[in-house]
């Protein structure tokens, strides 16, 4: 394993709360919206992987968030609105955060 550093237990996108958990999951990870978490895969032992799959699981719940997830047609802006105002402010303030993937 690489590295230990603070746990990251919550994760705030667009102003709601989702809590991060490991768990033994086939997929990399998943965003369940409905349940306020996150779940990345216990297996994932490397450090930027981890984070990798963690961004994207936030991805998913700011497009959700936007009602992104409602659309019947993707639009470009919208899309490009959910990213800029609500996901990128989500994972700059996790920059300064350290992951301790072996403790979470």
């Known amino acids: 394993m ?15 709360d989702f809590t991060v958990i490991r768990d033994n999951i086939a997929e990399y ?11 990345i895969s216990s297996s994932i032992d490397d450090a930027k992987e981890y984070a990798a799959t963690l961004r994207h ?11 992104i997830s409602y659309l019947k047609k993707y639009e470009e802006e919208p899309i490009v609105r959910a ?6 402010p989500a994972w700059d303030k996790l920059q ?9």
Not at 2 to 16: C, H, Q, R
Not at 29 to 39: A, N, S, T
Not at 83 to 88: A, E, L
């Open 2 to 16: 690489n590295n230990p550093t603070p746990v990251l237990l919550s994760v705030k996108i667009g102003g709601i």
């Open 29 to 39: 990870g998943q965003m369940l919206f409905d349940e306020r978490k996150i779940v």
């Open 57 to 67: 699981e936030m991805l998913h719940a700011a497009l959700h968030i936007a009602g």
């Open 83 to 88: 990213i800029d105002n609500i996901f990128f």
């Open 96 to 104: 300064n955060k350290t992951i301790n993937i072996e403790t979470v």
